[in-house]
DNA sequence: GACGATTGTCATTGCCGTGTAACACAGCAT
DNA sequence: ATGCTGTGTTACACGGCAATGACAATCGTC
């Protein structure tokens, strides 16, 4: 669940400064001080993304990034490239090493922490176009629709807010009371077990394709989005 | 054949990061700093897309996205708004004011450049020639003409407007202010019903060649045009 | 300036979506 | 087993949004 993050800077104090927004931030951080550090650390557990400082001893950043895309392993590792200001002609070389994302020095741990979970976001299949896919079900925000497989589903308002909720939060229980909060809004006063009525239609308009079952009673809990059985 | 993109935004650095993002994706990048630049630039010459930032000294990027929406020279323009992790509220006046869509600061260049794309193939299903075909439609630009088959369709100027937003825009859902900035202009001042009495009628012109399911009623959202059932 | 075409607004109608209550059923405890 | 609590399911009535048709104003053309 956490992720894991690779810090690869030679410079001690940024790289604590880092780690520490990180875990802060809910991540984990490993760190390496050079290039072959840090193909040691990857090797040994990859990390979800990777920071990598653009000035490095030895081998530079930029080497570095063009080798992480070379081998398999870490091909689909996401890399965010820290560089100075004013290296404007490197970064082109770094987008044509195939690098993610660049924040430039000095960046407030703010931004770091923001950019990182956008390119993680990115990675795990939102790809900002608003569109999310998941267990043989695709919601499209814009076009306001649901597919199953190539077939559109025939949706309700509350339904179809009630189903996006869940496809951007799978995997997770939540309260009538969270559910009420986040699909109907927090200014609404709604008796809770109206939950459950939303919960059945949602259910009942999913059950031609056989996916009503994504839809899971927590007992006690509440409800829960899931592609697992 | 390479698209044109203005980049409308003060920082320098994003400017510079976004310019290099485009021109590895094979797109043209031309830049303003502020409003009164940015209409400098698109009077010279038309981009195919404009970024334009939310934060602008002077004019904000807000008002000159009606601006430019009123100003027949760039009404047609796809505007993308690049605004900074802010509310719900930004995002609505946005789309309010015609802004095709929206990437929310900070974003990953490849995500950037994603957007960018889907937003021209959208307004675009045009191969130049002015003339857009979808699901046994078929609507010529230049010619200001319809044809459902072989048949030609007579409509009305509102209506052809509309429909032919509606083909350049399919599979997305507009709201009724969103259809009357693109289809009335930004500086018409109608009431909000009026779309459904304009789709109605364009239902009814549509009808004899049952093609009229293709405007959809989005309940609680505007209207979509599909040619999906 | 007259005519038809086109457009925007309004009032009415119709229908879909929503929330709630009532009841049936299932899980869990003692 | 028994009772209790929590959930599934259905029915129903209300509210609200959208569809529709009629009308008046405006535009464009001859």
Redesign the pocket.
């Known amino acids: 669940m956490h992720k894991r993050i690779l810090i690869v800077e030679d410079e001690a104090s940024i790289r604590d400064m880092v780690a520490f927004a990180l875990r802060k931030a809910g991540m984990d951080a490993a760190h390496a001080a050079d290039a072959r550090a840090a193909q040691m650390a990857i090797s040994e557990r990859v990390p979800d993304l990777i920071l990598l400082d653009w000035m490095l001893p030895g081998t530079s950043g930029l080497e570095l990034a063009r080798r992480l895309r070379r081998e398999e392993l870490s091909r689909e590792i996401p890399i965010i490239m820290l560089t100075a200001r004013g290296e404007e002609m490197d970064r082109v070389n770094g987008l044509e090493a195939g690098v993610d994302d660049y924040v430039i020095k000095p960046f407030s741990t703010r931004e770091l922490i923001a950019r990182i979970k956008a390119v993680l976001r990115r990675s795990q299949g939102d790809d900002g176009s608003g569109v999310v896919e998941l267990g043989g079900l695709r919601i499209d925000g814009p076009a306001h629709r649901v597919f199953a497989g190539e077939d559109a589903v025939p949706i ?4 179809y807010r009630l189903l996006f909720f869940f496809m951007t939060h799978p995997e997770r229980v939540y309260s009538r009371a969270q559910l009420l909060d986040h699909v ?1 809004g927090g200014s ?4 809770e ?2 939950v ?6 949602l ?2 308009t999913l059950e031609p394709w056989k996916l009503d079952d994504m839809v899971q ?6 409800y829960r989005f899931s592609s697992s059985t």
């Open positions: 309700g308002p509350t339904e109907w609404v006063y709604v008796e077990r109206t459950d009525v939303h919960i059945r239609r259910r009942k009673t927590v007992r006690g809990a509440g």
